[in-house]
């Protein structure tokens, strides 16, 4: 068992390696920041200076290991963008309202989409469960920004029962978080679903009703118990599609978290903030996939061999 | 049973957050500045802590001409106009309790602005200059060489915002960061990163010109379907949309507001036409290099069309990019030739073409037209899809090249952006700033258009200190750019604000920064 | 083709896939009353037929005056074309690499399987956004993003099922016999796996359209003026209000085929998928 955690997280740090060689040379490639940060009428000179005073006047290679070796420590560098602010910093403070927003979203798409499964698998290739399946994939069909756009315009400008957008309180969550949460839904129904046509068709459960135990009791108490871990699976997958997800529901809604901060650091060419912020996320992926295998090996003997 | 309670009691209280607002509070939807700092040198002049702090130079709310309102009383230069002396207004003092402002109060901000940090617009126009005290309120700049435009670099788009030397020494840069003491109407409350600002309104201001609104918040909204959407739920007072979402807000009952003066022109430009003999950057296989192209080009664009399309029918055809009424080298007689010369003519534009040889004389025929996204003009990609629909018709060869506003940059700093591609002259600039920006050498590297005609004259314009010769030489150089088609101007139009009326009255504003908008202690709450 | 699974034949995807995917890709040239890409500034935002607008245009025009029915058709070819290449792709690799992986095991599954990890851990919409920034918008990149987006999910499923392929009988007989690596892996193990390629592949399509609506979103998809579906939608998005059909009816073209083309997956692997046929 030592041996498997010591491998798996000596690999888990190696993809963490490429992973910060990919995200520096991108940002890198991508431009140089003085092209967002200087107005239009730059002079030579005042280029010349900036670019100095930012030390981008060193050979790629030599920032990039000054980059790795301050990052071990800790230290991602001076946001460019937000001035007196180390990149750390930046992300960090919008870091809780991302996991607001990601929570919520995780809670509601949990609860929706639970049942939805549960039903559609009991009431298998009947009207219920195509009408379930329907529900569930229209958040994955639609693009996100319209749907959330749509959601705004009806439920906050028309209906006026939740604010548009901004940071904020309950309220200001449930539009954007139910625009995300759908996307959510229907990989979770599905997940759902399937589980439980497994466990439904499984001697137990069959011995469970030929001793004549209500059929409801059957569902929730026996079945449902045993298909409820397949669906945990999938908050690994989900960790990763966080970020993803944020990134154009934020914009949308004004949310001002982590989405928000990549795309608009982006925009602004301040690679410290992105690499932070990208990396932060890959750290986020990989402790989560490296958390579910650990526990897959604990509960499966057999994984740690292969 | 307890729990219940507990989430209970913390929805109320997360509700009840949202439910803060009182009667004197005018909210601001806008777009986002591309820095949020409270440090303007850091940004690149798109700064948003205008209700809060100041310049030496004020402007005339309907004119837009300089006037007093800001931190000097009174100004004057020597004949060269290398010397100027600024005198500051008696009792003006900044916020906080920080004390009267002085000449130190200039001498320090003029460091902190010309630091090697510096990313600021228009500050090559207080690089190597000397300021001096000469007493608490007289400060003299001695420049190196003549500036008759030295005012605009203390007026509303300026590069110099007089900060608190007192703080300075007290707190350090991290006072500025997180309460900067300012000079105007309003005083500094908070900072959100990514929401916005918020001002509350300053008791007995030392102008004595107090503001009517008790408390001013701006609101940051990148998405315009979001800022229109703020506005119509009545969460925002007021919102600075795009041209084209204006309807909707008028449809439903809100108003616009225009500067009082032309705020912006737009234009598109025929970038890498560097006729300058010897340019290593030129690239001779630029279609538009040819000056048929450039004419058949301008011929081929319905201007009355494209101010239908992108501006909603609310904008003016634009002479001669740069070239303004209020500034230096205005040529009434070129904006009554404008018909003559650029007016719409399909015809005369294919006769133009096929005079030049096109597209069989030429080695690359294909005109790139850029399609960008630049905060504050949302409409420059339908700007693209319009161009290219003007020029298909004709016969051009085109195609769509996009690239964000930062990438444009990049293409421009090393003269490399051959492309046929948007640009905003916002707030319009004095001439010299403008003839630097767009068409002469001085202006390098973000130069698009350079010939030796203008250059030669703009040695002449730079050097000159006399009014009357300024003036001529101006106007000449802007008759060269019109009679090269240098550029393919396109539209002059004020700064537009939506407003509720239900609960603003008016507001006055002349246009001339970078955001459009100024002048927030004369919103007139209902 | 089982009688069952005929009976379940999911018709009405099918047919709305047809009648909004692959009919105008292939016949949008023939069918679209208008080209998409001539505008018409006298017949600017005018409203769908029913709504105060004319035959001309029956779903409405947009902002420069061009014919929505039209755009909207030709837009099936960029929606066909993308998933369709892209997902070639990103299947070809993913399954080859997953093969490899799968039969070779050792550290070349060890590299494989980290390279899957490393693209699962980089958030792909800013990967698109850095590279969009390195060389502007095209479509080469829209494609290049899908690849990167999927590959992973076919090599981590078709290594997983080539793990339990190689053990069984019938790939130990080919060894026996004599096989090569490559004769085993594509005679014996890729056939076993087609399967669930083809499902995977046919659920990937509704991934592809909605990523590149994404895209178009953050300004990085398809270049305009391409009529592509999300495009269309995030360039309508700012006139919800008034000129709602602008966004609205391509947006319901976007719903249709994702929705259809995950219906008739579903369908597909409950045909296809040995374990769930039996059920």
Known sequence: MLTFLFKRTLYALISLLVITLIVFSLSHLSGNPLDALLPDDATPQQIEQVTRHLGLDRPIWVQYLTFLQNAAMGDFGDSLKWKGQTAAEVVWERLPATLQLGGLALLISIVVALPLGVMAAVYKNTALDAVATVIALLGQSLPAFWLGLVLMWIFAVMLGWFPTSGYGGLSHMILPAVAMAWFQVAALTRLTRSAMLEVLDAEYIKLARVKGVRERRVVWKHAFRNAAIVPVTYFGVLAGSLLTGSVVIETVFNWPGTGWLAITAIQGRDFPVVQTVVLFFAVLFLLANLIVDILYALIDPRIRNT | MKLTRIAGVSLAVLLGTTVLTSAQTITVAMSPPSVETNRYWNTPGDFNLGPAMQGLVGHDPVTGMYDNSGLAESWSHNDDFTEWTFTLHEGAEFHFGYGPVTAADVVHSHTLHTGEDSTLIGVAQLKDVAVEALDERTVKFTLPRPQIDFLFAHGGRGSLVIYSKAQYDAEGLEGYDTRPAGTGEFQFVARNIGQGLTFERVENHWSGRDAEVERLVLRFIGEPATALATLLSREADMAVLPRELQPDAINAGFEAIGSSNAANQTAMLFNGTFLTEGDDKLDPTLPWLDIRIREAINRAIDREAVIDVLYDGRASILPVFGMDPRHEGYREDLAEMFEEYYGYDPERAMALMAEAGYPQDFENPVIPILSSNLAGNPEFPTMAELMQVFLDEVGFQTEIVELDWAGLGALRRAREARLFHPMRNMPVKPSAVGIGNYYASSGRPNVNYEDPVIEELNTLYAASTDPQEREELAGRIFQQAFEQYAVAPLASLSAEIMVNPETVAGWTFPGVTSAGISHFNLIEPQ | ?279
């Open chain 3, 1 to 279: 083709m089982s009688r069952r699974a005929l009976r379940r034949l999911p018709l009405v995807p099918i047919l709305l896939l047809f009648l909004v995917l692959i009919i105008p890709a292939f016949l949008a040239t023939w069918i679209a009353p208008h080209d998409p890409y001539i505008s018409n500034l006298r017949a600017r935002l005018q409203p769908p037929v029913g709504f105060g607008g004319s035959w001309d245009y029956p779903l409405g025009t947009d902002r420069l005056g061009r014919c929505m029915l039209s755009r909207i058709l030709h837009g099936a070819k960029y929606a066909l074309g993308i998933s369709m290449v892209g997902i070639a792709i990103g299947a070809i690799l993913g399954t080859a690499l997953g093969l490899i992986s799968g039969y070779l095991r050792g550290w070349v599954d060890v590299i494989i399987m980290r390279l899957v990890d490393i693209t699962f851990a980089l958030p792909s919409i800013l990967l698109a956004l850095a590279l969009a920034a390195i060389s502007g918008p095209s479509l080469g990149l829209v494609v290049l993003v899908v690849v990167f987006v999927i590959w992973g999910f076919f090599a981590r499923q078709v290594r997983a099922e080539t793990l339990s392929l190689r053990e069984r009988d019938f790939v130990a007989r080919a060894r026996v016999a004599g096989a090569s690596g490559g004769r085993i892996v594509l005679r014996y193990i890729l056939p076993n796996i087609m399967n669930t390629i083809i499902v995977l592949a046919t659920l990937q399509i509704g991934v592809v359209i909605i990523l590149e609506a994404t895209l178009s979103f953050l300004g990085i998809g398809i270049p305009r003026p391409a009529p592509a579906w999300g495009l269309l939608v995030a360039d309508g998005r700012q006139l919800i209000v008034s000129n709602w059909w602008i966004s609205l009816f391509p947006g319901l073209a976007i719903l249709l085929t994702v929705l259809s083309v995950n219906l008739i997956g579903d369908w597909l692997r409950d045909w296809l998928d040995p374990k769930l046929r039996q059920a």
